[in-house]
């Protein structure tokens, strides 16, 4: 019985140095794991354009905006995006997306960037001529910020649209337009 107790302690005395350096091990995995993630991304400064308080004009608002180190066209085109539909830091611009829209894939062919985007950018969107002019100028003036792109095609889950709402041709690759920005 005494030999037993013995034997106990003994191996609970191994057991545990053993056990917490595993503990340690995991600790420093994770710190390793967690400085990679932050090390793989970088911050840039980029131009998006929102509409201003009455939603008539395009005002450009720079922002930091997080990407992968190095990153591609399409990482810099995805990242914009979903800022732009995540909406201005600055209170005294409009948003020019519908919050509810999601963006399904973005595709960089030469110096067009296609962008698909779920359908609650049609069934979400305010509806009228300006907001559609201000949510297409907003995308094609952000995007095209970035020095390989110089179109930009628009996709409602996967397919061309003649328009967004109705107003504006979307149907064909839409360059840059200069017409709504506030100088």
Known sequence: MKDHRIHLIIVILVLIPSLSLTGCDHAKNLE???LNQSTNYSSRVVVLYFG????L???PEKRHIRVPTNPSTKDMATAIIENLIAGPSNPALSPTFPPETKLREVQISRDLAIVDFSQELTSRHEGSITAEAMTIGSLVNS??????IQEVQILIEG???DSLLGYWDTSRPIQRNEF???N
């Open 32 to 34: 390793k794991e967690h």
């Open 52 to 55: 201003n308080e009455s939603s």
């Open 57 to 59: 004009y395009l005002v």
């Open 143 to 148: 995007l095209t910020e970035l020095e390989a």
């Open 159 to 161: 397919q061309r649209v």
């Open 180 to 182: 709504l920005l506030n």
